[in-house]
């Protein structure tokens, strides 16, 4: 679909539904723009993404993936957020160590208050994702189109 | 013989690692100072004015020298930040620069006296000197 | 394979401005499962959720995919519209087009293209989707009131006077709390036991609530309106019905080495005691610790003089198991421990107290009857300092005290120097402050009076050491504003120490599975939007146990708490969650991960029968309790086997997302 125009990258954003979600939602209430190649998957809280989740995007091809959650201290559910950014802690150290920019992943807290937030850290990360370029080194090419 | 204008609230920091801006002016410090009457900059200003980066004012004090390193300010501090180490790391930062020894061996004679214990001569050349 | 709708809603022109409907309409019936694929103005309106009726029937639909607004905007609706016409409210999957597609592009290309992504992965969302039910659970209509002091009593009052059946557990022998102890109270100065007694005497008489004081919870189970509660009821020798409260018994005891815990321990009491005059239940306790019968079998003088026949020294500890639908914390606190603070001098001297120690000596029916006097020599004092922040507004680093602010004792402190002024013009009161916070109504009124019109000397700057001098207390601080160093010699010096939750609560917390800061305060479901809400459900909390508070604002979410608890209690079932997590008990191999990571405690194990191809016999498998989890999915990916999968947000529905987007 994407052939004849210029390349732009595929961002996955796991949002959780509590803080984020609502924060994108914000957003968009307040018609702040940005990429439209930034596609939100909702799950109940950031401590639901399993790291097998963002490798598995990578392999469909995904640029980039970001997973957004609650504010420290303020999730919905005490400590998911905890446990989520521990965890993101360890599987970006694994895709560091098999040379995956580090720019391609990201965790960032955003409270249903910041749809202004929200929309700068996609536009942000939707940038730094565009200079490293495509995502070559975890794409599955049997999985290309 | 000049101090030089270069050092900054960071250099504090490192040489003490004492974070100053935790400090919440309770006046704890003072408070318990010993020497209070004898310090023209008393350990709660310390604190504060190394968070405002006013180094070179503090060290062109008396206070780094009147400290008698009691450590009774940092050990009532409610909130860990030893203004004792700062004015030490300020002392340093004096004594280190050339020329800047608050206290010479030759000046040792003329300071003696026999109620004077050699111990204060001692630790005094170590905490004046290079 | 699904049949499967799909509905693109315009939004009037919020979508369809950006978002060319009819092509997503266009384009989605071209994915595998999609037997029906439209568009129409306003899906949400009574004519759009008819047409989504009227295909769910015509074409067989089982699910439906609405392109519209977010979820957290018409999600219900729409499953709503599904159940009417017959199908599971799970199986509606919403594709936000509007918050997270229209509204933020501008170009109709590009917003098209994306909604048909969107469109897609709840399509393939959909596909795994399975019809759920939410389960329920019945409601035991009791509460459990943990704490018998003003918070506890507030919310026993409340819910009893709903018609609920209420027990409050007290483990001090009488209940009344740190507000009994109290002399007047900010900023009014009406005197505490006038207003507080009358609400001890309301609880004790109400026919729906029952007081089990000297007791304390020993066990809990259950969840949310199915609590199972032990509750210990302590020895106290003295049979509580026979007991008439005369007090012979404690007159006639010749043990008077005990020392009296509601006085702070400033004087002296009985092995057989009653707290306070207005006790209630205003029965004797025997203390163990002091009784001579009970150390050496000689003595038995109380049971002699007892007319009541109440005394009985072999009373053993009472076992008392009850169901509940819910349970309130109302555990309080106490005053650090101000030993701690030898820079104030509080181990070398008895002229330095503490507070509530002082509040004690002020105390008409205090061990001074009220006089103001010194603790050493009985003198009156004519130089008092009062220190705040004793032990409050410490680094969690700093070697003692507590990282946040005790918010009651500015108040109190002026409370103290104005009553001292008030009783004795002759005293000169000094309180060194670092700040005087006084946000409250009222409050800071009440703190310029006791500077303006008492004449009370305030300080800014703290105390950095009391000497102890002959009989006098030499105090040196910091006289900031001055930028002087001050030094008083004082008859008696005042520490504002800091308050922590009562020692019991850690424990306690445990036992509910509620948890708590790094302070031991009991954290709120939402620090907002929940404050008196524990997020175990079920778990309420009221008072002090949650973070310091004075008395108005105690009473005022002892009330809070008591409508969240009325609120569950005149319910007859709950409904539960239907999004929970769910093990495979074909792959749980019962190695207590998940139970660690749930913050509900709502997972336990039991050994069950496996009879499948790879494994025959008996294994330990995780269980999840539907009526408590909450659906957050932590264990899910904390489980090694992939076992435990939360339903609603399941790995394939999630992976099914992920692929439709990368396509």
Known sequence: MSMNREWTPNIVAFCCNWCSYAGADLAGSGRMNYPANVKIIRIPCSCRLNPMFILRA??????????????????????????????????????????????????????????????ATMNDFVKTVTELGENKKLGDLRCKK | MSLTNQVTAADILRISGVDASRCMQCGKCSGACPNYDEMDIPPHRFAIMVRQGRITELMESQAI?????????????????????????????????????????????????????????????????? | MQKIGVFVCWCGSNIAATVDVKAVAEALKSEAGVVFSTDYQYMCSENGQAMIRQAIREHGLTGIVVCSCSPRMHEATFRKTAVSAGLNPYMVEIANIREQCSWIHKDMAEGTEKAIVLARAAVAKLHKNAPLTAGTSPVTKRALVIGGGIAGIQTALDVADAGFEVDIVEKAPTIGGRMAQLDKTFPTLDCSACILTPKMVEAAQHEKINIISYAELDSLSGFVGNFTATIRKKARYIDEDKCTGCGVCTEKCPSRKGLDDFNMKLNKRGAVYIP?????????????????????????????????????????????????????????????????????????????????????????????????????????????????????????????????????????????????????????????????????????????????????DYIKGMVGKVSVEGKKLHVQGSDLLNGEQVHINADMVVLATAIEPDPTARALGTMLTASMDTNDFFTEAHPKLRPVESPTAG?????????????????AQAGAAAAKVIGLLCKNELTCNACVAHANEAACNGCSQCERVCPYGAISYEEREIRSPEFRGVRRIAVVNEAVCQGCGACTVTCPSAAMDLKGFTNSQIMSEVDAICR
Request: one cysteine or more.
């Open chain 3, 539 to 555: 778990v309420f909390l009221s008072g002090v146990a949650q973070g310091p508070k004075d008395i108005p604002e105690t009473v």
């Open chain 1, 58 to 119: 990578f392999q469909r091809g995904a640029d980039g993936v970001i997973l957004c959650g609650c504010h420290p201290g303020d999730c919905h559910y005490s400590t998911g957020n905890y446990y989520a950014r521990r965890r993101m802690t360890v599987l970006f150290s694994l895709l560091d160590y098999m040379g995956i920019e580090r720019g391609r992943t990201r965790v960032e807290w955003v409270s249903a208050a910041e749809g202004a937030k929200f929309a």
């Open chain 2, 65 to 130: 020298y009147r400290c008698l390193s009691c450590f009774a300010c940092s050990q009532r501090c409610p909130r860990n930040v030893e203004p004792a180490k700062l004015i030490e790391a300020v002392r340093l930062t004096v004594i280190r620069q050339k020329g800047q020894n608050h206290m010479k061996a030759d000046s040792i004679p003329e300071k003696l006296d026999e109620k004077l214990p050699q111990q204060a001569i001692v630790s005094a050349m170590r905490k004046y000197s290079k």
């Open chain 3, 276 to 456: 306070f005059a207005q006790a209630i239940p205003n029965v004797a306790v025997i203390d163990p610790e002091q009784c001579l019968k009970l150390r050496t079998g000689k003595c038995g003088l109380c049971q002699k003089v007892c007319s009541a026949k109440a005394v009985n020294f072999e009373q053993k500890d009472e076992l008392i198991e009850r169901q509940y639908g819910a349970i309130v914390v109302a555990t309080g606190f106490k005053p650090i421990d101000a030993s701690a603070f030898n820079e104030y001098a509080y181990n070398d001297s008895p002229d330095v107290v503490t507070s509530l120690e002082f509040e004690r000596i002020m105390n008409a029916a205090g061990p001074t009857k009220g006089q103001l006097v010194r603790p050493s020599d009985r003198e009156h004092p004519h130089e008092i300092v009062f220190i705040q922040c004793v032990g409050s507004r410490c680094t969690e680093d700093a070697e003692k005290g507590k990282p946040y602010c005790s918010k009651i004792c500015c108040m109190y402190t002026a409370k103290h120097a104005m009553l001292v002024r008030e009783k004795y013009p002759d005293v000169n009161v000094h309180v060194f402050y670092i700040d005087a916070r006084t946000p409250g109504k009222n409050f800071d009124e009440f703190y310029r009076r006791a500077v303006e019109q008492y004449g009370v």
